[in-house]
């Protein structure tokens, strides 16, 4: 059973930051796309960054200019580094790989406070 294993969420204060990690041992990592996901309290799972085997990242409009998504090959692992935290930015996020199936993590809580 593949597994992505999160670490990295957290409290902190509105204006910090948080570097989440995502590892993936059980997958061919340079296969897969990847993304990190959050869901907030009584609201839809939204993507919040994703980048491809090539490299390629989009951001949700969100985010842009103040988080950051890069994947090392080499240690089959996903980051998502948050600056400037929002308090609106306070959810569950969840890293996902996409290739012929999609995988998800157990989520991670991240929880600014104002």
């Known amino acids: 059973q593949v597994q992505l294993v999160e670490s990295g969420g957290g409290l902190v204060q509105a204006g910090g930051s948080l570097r989440l990690s995502c590892a993936a041992p059980?997958?061919?990592?340079?296969?897969?796309?990847m993304g990190w996901y959050r869901q907030a309290p009584g609201k839809q799972r939204e993507l919040v960054a994703a980048?491809?085997?090539?490299?390629?990242?989009n951001y949700a409009d969100s985010v842009k200019g103040r988080f950051t998504i890069s994947r090392d090959n080499a240690k089959n692992t996903v980051y998502l580094q948050m600056n400037s935290l929002k308090s609106e930015d306070t959810a569950v996020y969840y890293c996902?790989?996409?290739?012929?199936?999609?995988?998800w993590g157990q989520g991670t809580q991240v929880t600014v406070s104002s």
């Open positions: 059980g997958i061919i990592f340079g296969s897969h796309a």
């Open positions: 996902n790989a996409r290739g012929t199936y999609w995988y």
């Open positions: 980048i491809t085997v090539g490299g390629s990242i």
